[in-house]
């Protein structure tokens, strides 16, 4: 789940971390009412995604009329895929310097790693790049969290390449050790594999200040954060933090599959994720293009399986699906009802290769057979013969 | 000869009254593993189908002598289950659950290595020395024992290696899977190590996918220790789009890394073959055996 920044922020302020005085606003009146109060404020796009100040979904306006006007044209945005449902309008900051504060998983180390830097205001993955000796980082003892000692650490050294910040050092080092014990707190109190604060401001007051938020909670602890999803379905701005995603996907998930959507015209269906994406990369190298990923898992019966054909042919670019499984616990019988009952039920008149091995192999040949199925030898055939039989008629 | 699991080796299953636990003893005891006790907090004192059940790991191993844990129990309960394993002694935990949330991975892989033990997985199919000891749920019937190990990131991959090979005459010395997660115990040079160190083990088939750098790790620890046994290696994910998480919680290509050319760069670099199927893994491995496919 990913959090808009104004929730982010929410989250950051509940914590003790300072965040600009804002409101929330779904009409450009609103964004008046904002105005009126707060005076000279940001207006922000929220939607899931980086990169909309370059899209120019942030405006910084100076009168009401201004924000009224801003905030029409962004709510009728649409930023890649995602459309504006609402702005969060917030108090301009007095900005000394922009510096970077995140946190998010280091799968070399296996870790969550804590990164700081004096350069904030752009991508850190840029910085990392461009000046690697500007980003200093820090892998909490994943019991003890970070200790005071290790943030001054890493704030030392993400400051010493900031020669503009001397004076103010010692200052911004004991302000940062409060600063990034709390948002550690926020991270692991969330599961987010990503909690980030970029630009962190340093205001001419010697504050620092969340000027944005990012905050993605790892779906394998959904779970555990159910109050963050049902705000986030509740709050229609926030439309489950999904409402620019691919439309096939969004249904995919409705019916608990396992299901990537992709450009090409070959539907694919295998079990267990490796080997589902080594049947798009056989589709691919006898020179066809996959239409999706979809990993059946484990043990699928029938009904997962005629699931799963459905919802490949949803799609109306699909000309032909390739079924490769493996049978561990996945039984070749199971999945070959599974395909007759799709084929018959939904009249399915696409062609159907099917590529099957393992328990219950012969079975499952069988049962094809007789419905008109013709298994595939191997892997390798099945997709030289999916990509023959999709190739007619195509342009 | 075998790396961690052999015939000595005596299993505890956590989780083994749950659908998958039960289904799964039976099918390890078919396969002659020596399952010497199942843990189901409140059903101690009982019994499945013979096995004795105790509350705790920590009574399973005073009772058994259990030495390697295979752990079915549901993600939220997993990560609680590897730390009770490894603090009750058991020497390889095997975890083949899948979701698990991955700070609860941070902290328990942390732990295990704290207690100087071993964590397989989690999001695993296991581990299976043919003809002696499989913990987890490989189909039985593929293995043979044979010259070859074989390490994976993928479950249906790493079988149909196997079934591959073994349809071409070549068994294995044993099978790893390091399983799909960003977070997880055993890696590919810990495995490869203990491939080095078993004089049975003549070629290793390393199966990789997308995301991460693991695959580029191994191709390093290949050239720092100068292994010297033949390494075939298989990258799945090839077409798989930057930003999408392919099934596995860890294939995903993110920025710059994890793409399947980075990795397939690698370790043709060190000497590995590229196998660009499975037929390939078959025939490029028969051939560094010099064994003839049948």
Known sequence: MKLLEYQAKQRFAAAGISVPPGRLARTPEEAVAAALELGRIAVKAQVPIGGRGKAGGIAVVDTPEEARREAARILAMDIRGYPVRSVWCETGLSIDAELYLGITLDRDRRRLVIIFSAAGGMEIEQVAVEAPERIAKLWPDPFAGPQPYEIRQLAFAGLAHAPELRDRVPKLVSALVMLTTRLHEVATSLDAVTCEINPLVLTSDGMLVAADGKLEIDENADYRHKDVAEELARDETGDDGRSGDDPFEVEARKRGLTYVHLDGDIGCIGNGAGLTMNTLDLVKQHGGEPADFLDIGGGANAERVRNALEMVLLDPKVRGVFINIFGGITRGDEVARGIIAARDQLHITKPLVVRMTGTMEEEGRQLLQAAGIVPAKDATEAAERIVQLTAVGRT | MSVLVDRNSRVVIQGITGREGSFHTAQMRAFGTNIVAGVSPGKGGGDQDGVPIFDTVADAVAASGADVSGIFVPP????????????????????????????????????????????????????????????????????????????????????????????????????VGIGGDPVMGLSFPDVLQRFADDPETRAVVLIGEIGGSDEETAAAWVRDTGFDKPVIAFISGRTAPPGKRMGHAGAIISGNTGSAQSKLDALSAVGAEIADTIEDVVRLTAARLGTHSR
């Open chain 2, 76 to 175: 939220a309960f997993a990560a609680d289950a590897i730390m009770e394993s490894a603090a009750s002694g058991i020497e390889l935990t095997v975890c083949i659950t899948e979701l698990i949330p991955v700070h609860d991975m941070i902290r328990a892989r942390e732990f295990v290595i704290r207690t100087g033990h071993q964590l397989l997985g989690a999001n695993c199919p296991g581990i299976v020395t043919p003809g002696q000891c499989k913990v987890g749920i490989i189909p039985n019937h593929i293995n043979t024992p044979g010259p070859v190990g074989i390490v994976g990131r993928s479950g249906t991959l790493t079988y149909e290696v196997i079934q591959g090979l073994g349809q071409a005459g070549m068994g294995q010395s044993t099978s």
